[in-house]
C-alpha cells in the first residue's frame, strides 16, 4: 500500500536556498497509527499534524538531494519547457528509488519512488513488499495526468490552487493508496473517467 503521495520542488525556486525543498502538495494513505510510533500516538491532534508534515519534508528534502545527484551524474542541463512539452519532459525526467530504514523518518521501512520533472518532484512512498514497477507505472500515469490536465508546467502555474483536483486524479489512479493492475480495457476505461472528471 502506497503510504503518501507529494509534489514538492526539487531545485531552487523562487525565496528558497540551493538546500530546500517546498512541499506543494502532499496526500498520506492509511490510518495515522501506521506512521506513527507508540509514543506519538498520544501526542494532540495539533501535534500529530505538525509531526506528519515534518516527516513529509524529510521526504521532500532526501529526494530533493537524489533528484540533485541524479544531474550531476548525468551531466544534462535542464532546460525550461513551456506549455505543450509535457510529454517530452516527462520521457526526459529523472526517477529513482531510496530507501527509508525504520525511524528516518517513519516508524517502518519505506520505499519512496521520485520522478524529477523540471523544478517538480513527483513521489510515493511505499511499504517495503509493495510492487515497485507497479507503483513506478502508477507514478508515471499520474505524472502524465498532473502535467497534462493542470498544465504545471506553465510559469506562474500554482500547485496549491489545484489541490481538489489532484485529490480527484488520486481517488481514480490510487484509490485509498492501493496499487492497482491495470489491463488494457481497464486502462481505457479509467483513462476517460479521469478525462470527463479534468474537464469540469
Given at each position: 500500500?502506497?503510504r ?5 520542488t526539487?531545485?531552487p ?8 525543498s517546498?512541499v ?9 497509527e501506521?506512521?506513527?510510533?507508540k ?10 499534524r ?15 538531494s ?22 517530452m519532459?516527462?520521457?526526459?525526467a ?5 530507501r527509508l ?7 517502518e521501512?519505506?520505499?519512496v519512488?521520485w ?10 512512498v ?8 507497479l507503483?513506478?507505472g ?19 502555474s500554482?500547485v ?8 480527484v ?6 484509490p485509498h ?6 489491463n488494457?480495457r ?10 470527463s472528471?479534468m474537464?469540469?
Open positions: 500500500m502506497v503518501c503521495f507529494l509534489i514538492h526539487v531545485c525556486v523562487g525565496a528558497l536556498t540551493a538546500g530546500e517546498r506543494l502538495y502532499s496526500r498520506l494513505f492509511g490510518p495515522d501506521v506512521v506513527l510510533s509514543q506519538q500516538r498520544e501526542f494532540a491532534p495539533e501535534e500529530r505538525l509531526l506528519q508534515k515534518e516527516k513529509v519534508s524529510v521526504v521532500a528534502r532526501r529526494v530533493r537524489a533528484v540533485s545527484l541524479s544531474r550531476e551524474a548525468s551531466g544534462r542541463q535542464l532546460v525550461d519547457a513551456l506549455p505543450g512539452d509535457e510529454a519532459v516527462l520521457q526526459d529523472d526517477r529513482g528509488v531510496v530504514r525504520a525511524g528516518e523518518p517513519f516508524s521501512e519505506m520505499s519512488l520522478l524529477g520533472v523540471q523544478s517538480l518532484g513527483f513521489t510515493l511505499c511499504e517495503p513488499q509493495d510492487n515497485l514497477l507503483a513506478e502508477v507514478l508515471r500515469n499520474l505524472t502524465r495526468h498532473c502535467l497534462d490536465n493542470l498544465h504545471m508546467l506553465g510559469q506562474g500554482e496549491l490552487l489545484k489541490s481538489s483536483r489532484i485529490d486524479l488520486l481517488s481514480r489512479l490510487l493508496g492501493q496499487l492497482l493492475f491495470l488494457h481497464f486502462a481505457q476505461s479509467l483513462e476517460k473517467e479521469v478525462a472528471s474537464a469540469k
